[in-house]
Structure formats: C-alpha cells, structure tokens
C-alpha cells in the first residue's frame, strides 16, 4: 500500500493487530505514558513538523503517539530495513493517522526513498524538529536535501553509531542545526544499551538458532555499554566469554569482571558464537574468518551491517544457503561453513522484536522531552551536539521510579550545606 500522504506500508490489514501489540507495550511505558497525557493537555508541540527515523516497533508507535498528541505532525521512516513490524506500521497508519514509510526487509533503495518521504511534508516543505537513530535521516538532509535543512531547528540521537557519526559532523563544521545526544543521557545508555540490548541480543539469537548457549564460548566484540549487557546475559546463559577491545580501560573492566580478554585474531579460533557491538567498521575481518571453526555462528548487534566484513567473507565462500529463517550457512572453498544471523544487520531487531519496552520507556522519555526542549530553546542553540540536560536526565529517572512504587531519600538542609562547603572536614 503506498501514498505519500498516508504511508508507505506492506499490508493495511495487518493494523488491528498492530494495535493489539501497541497497547501491551504501552502497558510497560509509563513514563512515556505520563508524558503523552500531559502533551495532550499542554500541546507543546503545536503544529510543529517532526520527522522521524526509527525503528517500526510497538514502543516506537507509543513515542510517535505522544509527540502526535502533544501537538506535532509526524512523520516517520524505518532506520533499518529488517527492523520493521508490519503490523504496527500499518496500525499508524490506518489507525492512528500518522504517515509512516517502512516495509520489514524492503532493499537500499526503498529504504532511503522512505527516509526522503519522511523528510519531505509536503513538496518543499521540510521538518523543522527531526529524532533519528542512526544518523540516516540527518546526513540525508545533509548531503541531498540541503533546500530544506535551513528550516530545521533542531533534533534528537537515539544511538551510539549516529552520536559518533554526528560528532564528526560537528568536528568537519559540518552539521546545520543543534541535536540532542539522547544516547548519552544516563537513563538511555546506562539501561536500554546494556540491559535491553543485552537481553534482546540474546533472544534474537535464541529465536534464530534455538541452540543452547549454555557451555557454549561467546565472543563479545565490543566493551561498550551494549558490549557489556551481551556479556552479562551470556555469561548468565552459562556460556564462557571471551571480550575484545581496543580501549585500554575498557578491556581492564571486562577483565575484572570476569571475562577473558584477548585480541580477534586469537579469539577467532575459539568462539561458537561472534557478536559484535562497537559501532565501527569490519570489526570481524577475513583473518578472522580465516581462523574460525566450521559452524561458528556470526551476529551483529551495532546499528550498521558493517561490523562483519561481509564483503570479505563473500569473496571466501563458494555457496550460501539459508538453514532457518534469518540464519544462513556460508559454505566456504576449504569446505568450512560459518553461519550468519539476520544477513549481518541488528540481530535483536532482525530476528526478535527489540528491546523490551519497559526500558525503551525511559529511552523515549529522553526523546519526548527533549524534542520540547528544543521546541523552546532551538533559537539559543548554535549547531553542535549537546547532552541531555541533566534535570531532564533526572526527572526520567524519577518518574520510573515512582512508575515502580520505588521512593528513595532526599538531602537534609544540613547536608546539601556540607556538600556545598569546602570548610567542613576532619576536626
């Protein structure tokens, strides 16, 4: 089904399910919840045009829902073409009104034809708010829609892969318009990247394989937040881990945290099951693939399908052939298979449903309240990157807190003094 004002989906009827699942996730987003009837009444989006790259999925439809009734025109776009749920594009579209452009596994060119009908509101006419996780959308602005980026005035990053992108941006003098690095707001990165992405890494490849971790030697190329919420899952499943790093102090925690440490190279001939989440390019390289054992399972949890050298590894094999679905066999020339989960993209979007939503509600928290951050603030802004502001941070993390039934301690006057003072100490 396709129409520029209304969408671009696969089946509209897919919306009444889409619905159904909506709800459920909205059942674990309070936050998000709180949010939403507020904007409702205080409409402080009113009548500002927000274009939005994210992934398709229920809790992202939560967050879409809350901007649409805070007052903003929303248009949104997948920022992975595995990533999408059908159905709940289908229900903003039929049901909740809101144009939305993603259809799961469409090819490259559909995909960034999607980003630019999220871009485009109407002919000539731009966003002037943007959220983006990834950076996709941004650099499309960018780099081919230069006519509408002076009306943008400013946007939000949800990922560690877009903030990196971003902020080279910014180093190049590059980027047009001030954004939010939502990534790096305490109440994103500390539980969405490690506790979401370390579970939902995990069930993606669970759904996928049906194997049994337990005993099995996990790679976790990556120490990062996500690298670290992998690590303690699998850990948790019973496998023996095994972390690579090129950060020095990255690597010092993941080994006092228990797990072994060692470069690619030699961990290439030891690990069952390759994950990688670094945000960076050909982490896993043909040496590598070179030195594994036949069967050695190869996923990806960073944003691009970039991390496994995939071009390197086509180059080495002879025959593919899928096995399950989003699992396929490599069959190399020496006769070697390595399996490949979800064609190298997001395994926890590919082949499961993401994060769970509970922790994506203080994720989008961020976004929500940040994007009325800048609705009154873009104007003071220069172009830059910026963090989250910390009173936003904290109010996030109170109301979960309180969506919890957690109450928690509150500075004495005599102790915010004795904080606030340098002449207080050993008598």
Known sequence: MSDATAGEIADRGLAAEGVRRIEWAAREMPVVAQIRERFAAERPLEGLRVSTCAHVTTETANLVLALRDGGAETRLAASNPLSTQDDVAAALVAEYGVPTFAIKGEDHATYFRHLDLAIE??????????????????????????DLLDGVA????????????????????????????????????????????????????????????????????????????????????????????VQPTRALEAMLDGYRVMPIAEAASEGDIFVTATGDIN?????????????????????????????????????????????????????????????????????????????????????????????GRHASLEAGVYDVPREIDEEVARLKLAAMGVAIDELTEEQERYLRSWEQGTA
């Not at 890494?201 to 030697?217: E, F, S």
């Not at 699992?327 to 490949?340: H, I, K, P």
């Not at 997001?346 to 940040?370: K, R, T, Y």
């Open 121 to 146: 509101h109407a002919p000539g006419v731009g966003p002037q708010l943007t959220i983006d996780d990834g950076a996709d959308l941004t650099a499309l602005l960018h780099r081919e829609r230069r």
């Open 283 to 375: 982490v896993i390289d043909r040496p590598a693939f070179d030195a594994m054992r036949s069967g050695a399972i190869l996923a990806n949890s960073g944003h691009f399908d970039a991390e496994i050298n995939l071009e390197a590894l086509e180059a080495m094999t002879e025959a593919r052939r899928e096995l399950r679905p989003f699992v396929e066999a490599w069959t190399l020339s020496d006769g070697r298979q390595l399996v490949v989960l979800a064609e190298g993209r997001l395994i926890n979007l590919g082949a499961a449903e993401g994060h769970p939503a509970s922790v994506m509600d203080m994720s989008f928290a961020n976004q929500a309240l940040c994007l009325e951050y800048l609705a």
């Open 154 to 245: 400013g946007g939000t990053e949800e990922t560690t892969t877009g903030v990196i992108r971003l902020r080279a941006m910014a180093d190049d003098g590059a980027l047009g318009y001030p954004i939010v690095a939502v990534n790096e707001a305490e109440t994103k990165r500390f539980f969405d990247n490690r506790y979401g992405t370390g579970q939902s890494t995990l069930d993606g490849i669970i759904r996928a394989t049906n194997i049994l971790l337990a005993g099995k030697t996990v790679v976790v190329c990556g120490y990062g937040w996500c690298g670290r919420g992998i690590a303690m899952r699998a850990q948790g499943h019973g496998a023996h881990v095994i972390v690579t790093e």
